[in-house]
């Protein structure tokens, strides 16, 4: 005989059930209060060679299982750091905190960093939270929408006395980061499959991300660089930034030198879109 | 006999996976053409979607989901419908499917394909949502029938009674899954025979074929492998009654070269009757 569920409650109690973290019968106990565990009977058939329970459990086991996959696919450092085991874990407690609530899979991880630096019991969480920033930056800027990059043409359009009040602006997918901990050797490493990863010992990083040709690059740069370039992204006219960064810079300004070949190098790998003179 | 909604044969295709980006941009291989999972496509501005617009231009395409959640008891997403009738203007998409399921409840998605209870109450609520979507999309929808591991004690109504009822009463399109088909049939103890002749053959737009796992105890639709002949089988039989209808062949897990994919879709043709096999379109 079944027990009298309507449509709603039957799939609200379902829900409960397969997100569950923990064992079908700590589910089936937990979601009682839409379906009492002992009358599971009355809702789910046996078949004949699955009880309801076991049945049940086919979607209650491949729930983590894939928010697993979807996270694994946008943090391969972090769940090389972690191991199977302790990403596995953190994926669970993670997905109970945010899990999905899109069409698509592609933002899930969008809170993995903030969750990170707080979450008990991982190991280095201040180091896996730098490495969630990094491989969060890389996964958003392949999504991100693709613009055209700086041309010579456009360039050589500016005349000279327009570029100390130029105003570069980045391609859409540019991101630029600072960490305290060496997270982008450590994600090459992993993209290599070299393992002599670095420790996670103190040592400053400051990373440019962007897309260019819808490859995702990262771009290793001094602090000084980076300084900069957060500047002209931030939309200072280009005199002003670079004042800035030889009266502030002290030991580490840039000399004209260096300045000339960082921004070559900026505009031949593509992190501007666009400059404005007006 | 052709469907009612006059929707072509496609012929023989396949899914458009990441894995395979490279050599179809690069080889352009004649494959008749391909079905897109919609939601990777929706939310993105990177490869995959320049992918699919090189894609787009030299092959048909038909869209296929897996977020519709038609089947939910949560209001319709009309901001993701949105999307998708945008796609499929981008795309030139033949069709729209996805699956007689729902994926979650209370905001969240479970991204999983979560089996109805086969009632008259899960009936009216399916067909109701189903002609909203319609309306929105402004063109037919193709519901596919599910893979399923578990029975509902309410079910009052068999699946294949369900989906053709349900067809009727939304004037919908049917993507019938043959290897779903089987692999239900294994789990809930049903002849898949009966499923298949019970199916409103002028409403199928669509077939898919694909590999499973057998755990012994069950089977799990996993994409992963060849096609049993038990699935081709009811293939054959499904088109006998259908005549000429686009293919599809599932890899999604394991997913090995493109030639080989296309190779097992190609077995499709020697099930066809051979004075109604088409031609090849694409290359």
Redesign the interface.
């Known amino acids: 005989m079944a027990l009298e569920v309507g449509l709603d409650r039957l799939q609200r109690w379902m829900q409960a059930v397969i997100v569950h973290p923990g064992l079908v019968e700590d589910a089936l106990a937990a979601a009682a209060d839409e379906v009492p565990a002992q009358r599971l009977g009355e809702v789910i058939l046996p078949s004949r060679t699955l009880t309801p329970a076991e049945r049940l459990d086919v979607y209650h086991g491949m729930y983590l299982l894939r928010m697993e996959e979807a996270l694994a696919s946008d943090y391969p450092a972090l769940k090389h750091f972690l191991g199977d085991e302790g990403f596995f874990d953190l994926v669970r407690d993670y997905v109970q905190v945010h899990p999905s609530r899109s069409f698509s899979l592609n933002p899930l991880g969008y809170r993995l960093p903030e969750f990170v630096k707080t979450a008990s019991g991982l190991e280095r969480p201040d180091f896996c939270y730098e490495l969630a920033q990094l491989e969060l930056a890389v996964a958003q800027a392949f999504d991100g929408p693709e613009t055209a990059r700086l041309g010579e043409a456009a360039i050589a359009a500016v005349p000279p006395e327009a570029w100390e009040a130029a105003r570069l602006a980045p391609v859409a997918t540019f991101r630029l980061l600072s960490f305290r901990y060496p997270v982008n050797d450590y994600l090459q490493t992993v993209l290599d499959d070299d393992h002599d990863h670095p420790k996670a010992r103190l040592k400053d990083q400051w990373i440019a991300v962007y897309r260019r040709d819808y490859v995702v690059y990262r771009l290793d740069l001094t602090r000084a660089a980076h300084d900069l370039l957060a500047a002209l992204v931030s939309g200072r006219p280009l005199g002003n930034a670079i004042g800035e960064a030889l009266k502030t810079g002290g030991k580490r300004a840039p000399s004209e030198h260096e300045l000339f070949r960082w921004f070559r190098q900026w505009v031949s790998v593509g992190v501007f879109q666009s400059v404005e003179t007006r | 006999m052709f469907n009612r909604f006059s929707l072509p044969d496609l012929g023989v295709g396949i899914g458009l996976r990441t894995v395979h980006f490279g050599e179809i941009l690069a080889k352009k291989p004649p494959i008749d053409w391909f079905e897109v999972l919609s ?2 496509f ?6 995959p979607l ?1 992918v699919l617009d090189q894609v787009a231009e030299r092959y048909p395409v038909a869209l296929h989901g897996v ?1 519709m959640s038609i089947g ?2 949560d209001p319709i ?1 009309f901001a ?1 419908l949105g999307k998708l009738k945008e796609l499929a203007r981008r795309t030139r998409a033949h069709w729209i499917s996805d699956h007689l399921c ?1 994926t ?9 394909l ?1 089996p109805m ?1 086969y ?1 008259e ?2 009936l009216r ?1 399916t067909a109701g949502r189903v002609r909203q979507v319609q309306d929105f999309l402004e063109r037919p929808l193709a519901l596919e029938n599910p893979s399923s ?6 079910s009052s109504i068999s699946e294949w009674e369900f989906l053709a009822r349900l067809a009727e009463d939304a004037d919908c399109a049917l993507l019938l899954d043959v290897n779903n088909v089987y692999v239900s049939s294994f ?3 049903f002849d898949p025979a009966v499923y298949i002749d019970a199916i409103p053959a002028d409403r199928v737009v669509q077939f898919h074929v694909a590999g499973h796992t057998n755990k ?3 089977i ?1 639709d996993t994409h992963s492998d060849h096609a049993i002949p038990e699935v081709w089988e009811l293939y054959r039989r499904a088109w006998a009654r259908t005549g000429p209808t686009a293919t599809l062949y599932e890899w999604d897990e394991d997913i090995p070269e493109l030639s080989v994919v296309h190779a097992e879709a190609l077995l499709a043709r020697g099930h066809r009757e051979p004075q109604r096999a088409t031609g090849t379109h694409g290359a």
């Open positions: 939601e990777n929706l939310d993105t501005g990177g490869r320049y977020s939910s008891t997403d993701y729902w979650g409840v209370m905001g969240r998605n479970t991204h999983d979560l209870p009632t109450e899960a609520h591991y578990v029975e509902f004690a309410a789990n809930h103890g012994g105890t069950h799990i």
